[in-house]
C-alpha cells in the first residue's frame, strides 16, 4: 500500500503560473520542498486554504492539485515600488516600505529611488524614513509608468515629498501627488 500511495501519487507533471523573477523549477523546488513534497496527495494536505509564503518578491503561491500526478502551482509576486543602494547592495522594497530582498544584482524594470535619508536597513523591515506614505506614492508612480509605456531609470524624492524621475541624463520634476496621471500621460 505505502508503495503504490508513493508510486502514483507522485508528482510528474507541474504548471506554473505568475512568475517573472523565478524560473519554473525554482518555483517547483519552493513549492515541493520538504518530505515526500512530489507527492500530490500530501500536497493537497499541505496547501489546503494555506498559501505559501516568505519567498522573496512573491505575496502568495497556491498549490491545485489537478489529478494524481499534475499539479498548477499559482505565484502572486509583491509589487516592488523600487529598490534604493545600500553598501554596495540593491535593496528592494514594496508599497508599504518593507525591504523584501537584498541582491548583488540589478532589476532592469525596478527603478533606483534617491533622496531617501535612513540610517540603517534591516531585511524584512521598513525603511526607516520619516513619512512613510512615500511608498505608496512612489509605487503609484512606477505604475503609472508602466500603463504608458515609460520606464524610469531614477525617482528622486525631494523636500516636501517632491517627486523627480530621470530618463538618461533627463529629469523629469512631477512635484507633488496631485494630477499625477494627467502629469505622466503629457510625459
Not at 111 to 134: A, K, R
Not at 176 to 181: A, F, I, N, R, S
Amino acid at each position: 500500500a505505502a508503495v503504490f500511495f508513493i508510486a502514483y501519487f507522485k508528482v510528474r507533471y507541474v504548471t506554473v503560473e505568475g512568475s517573472t523573477h523565478y524560473t519554473d523549477e525554482e518555483v517547483e523546488k519552493f513549492a515541493m520542498g520538504g518530505f515526500l513534497g512530489d507527492n500530490s496527495m500530501i500536497l493537497s494536505w499541505r496547501y489546503k486554504n494555506q498559501p505559501i509564503k516568505d519567498v522573496p518578491f512573491v505575496e502568495s503561491m497556491d498549490v491545485e492539485v489537478v489529478s494524481h500526478d499534475t499539479i498548477h502551482i499559482t505565484v502572486y509576486e509583491k509589487s516592488l515600488a523600487g529598490y534604493v543602494t545600500y553598501l554596495g547592495r540593491y535593496m528592494y522594497f514594496d508599497r508599504n516600505g518593507m525591504v523584501v530582498e537584498s541582491s548583488s544584482e540589478k532589476m532592469d524594470d525596478v527603478p533606483e529611488v534617491t533622496g531617501l535619508s535612513f540610517d540603517h536597513i534591516v531585511l524584512n523591515e521598513s525603511l526607516p524614513v520619516e513619512d512613510e506614505t512615500i511608498f505608496a506614492r512612489i509605487l503609484e508612480t512606477t505604475q503609472l509608468f508602466g500603463k504608458y509605456g515609460l520606464s524610469a531609470d531614477r525617482i528622486y524624492v525631494g523636500s516636501g515629498s517632491k517627486i523627480s524621475a530621470y530618463f538618461g541624463d533627463v529629469c523629469v520634476n512631477l512635484g507633488e501627488d496631485e494630477y499625477m496621471d494627467e502629469k505622466i500621460s503629457n510625459l
